[in-house]
């Protein structure tokens, strides 16, 4: 069934490019929420395109400019290539299903993270500057890391080293999408634009919640001037051109779509949700 459908997907969107998820070279940190109160979350994504063994990871948390960690987290299971892993305060109340809870999720605007691979006794992924206090936060632009929900671009294909952060958080500008503070409805998934006509541009354009159950959002770097939705056989199934950030999927029955989005220029993207 799984062949059948990429066929059709092929065959209806020629000439577009089909790509993957998300590569990588080892996992990365794909979100990090800092939210109100306890609701604090980090997710770790896998795309090597192989089962990663979690037990030779941890997260450590660097509060207040300090070089030592203040908290390290140990992993543990098996993530499957393509997917992610959440992990939570012990008393966050926003997201239902992390993967772990623990009270060593503790950390505020101004405080680094780090994911640390045992195997390399190294950091293959920082966020923030570890041994840094910027004061409140680090800022880059219109880009903060106090109450706020920051998403990893998905065309990022490697973990900011120690030195690419090391002595202010570089990588924020470049690598960060941001979206309001208590926003957990990416949480689960990254890289929910699978289906993209122009692989590894700038131009990111990202859809959520995905499944999704009554509404689709979609954020985009450039202006989304038209959304065509079309179900797996290719028959058009909404058509939007008066986009105002998201768009009511609540009549669709339950299953796989595409969304076919036009951006300014002429520009196109293709992505794939689930209606639940």
């Not at 089909?18 to 590569?23: E, F, H, I, M």
């Not at 390290?72 to 499957?80: D, F, H, K, Q």
């Not at 101004?110 to 923030?128: C, E, H, N, P, R």
Request: hydrophobic residues 35%; contains cysteine.
């Amino acid at each position: 069934m799984k062949k059948q459908l990429n066929l059709i997907l092929i065959a209806f969107f020629v000439p577009f490019l089909l790509t993957a998820q998300p590569s990588t070279n080892d996992l990365i940190i794909s979100e990090y929420v800092e939210g109100s109160s306890y609701n604090k979350y980090l997710e770790i994504y896998n795309g090597t395109g192989q089962s990663v063994d979690l037990s030779d990871y941890e997260v450590h948390v660097f509060s207040n400019g300090n070089v030592e960690p203040n908290y390290g987290i140990s992993l543990e299971g098996t993530l499957n290539h393509g997917e992610v892993f959440v992990i939570a305060n012990g008393s966050a109340e926003l997201y239902s299903t992390p993967d772990i809870s623990t009270g060593s999720l503790n950390f505020n605007g101004d405080d680094a993270v780090a994911l640390y691979k045992i195997s390399l006794d190294d950091y293959i992924d920082v966020f923030g500057c570890i041994g840094v206090d910027p004061g409140s936060a680090w800022i880059s632009g219109t880009l903060t890391t106090l109450d706020v929900t920051l998403r990893r671009k998905t065309n990022v294909t490697s973990g900011a080293s120690r030195s690419d952060n090391e002595t202010d958080f570089n990588t924020l500008g470049t690598e960060w999408i941001a979206s309001d503070m208590d926003d957990v409805s990416g949480l689960g998934v990254h890289g929910t634009a699978t289906f993209s006509i122009l692989a590894g541009t700038a131009d990111e354009v990202i859809l959520f919640p995905n499944p999704a159950r009554d509404f689709i959002s979609i954020r985009s770097d450039k202006k989304v001037e038209e959304v065509r939705i079309f179900d797996m056989t290719g028959q058009p199934a909404r058509v939007s051109r008066h986009f105002d950030g998201r768009i009511n999927v609540s009549a669709l029955r339950s299953g796989i779509y595409i969304a076919k989005i036009r951006l300014t220029g002429n520009e196109f993207r293709i992505l794939k949700f689930t209606k639940e």
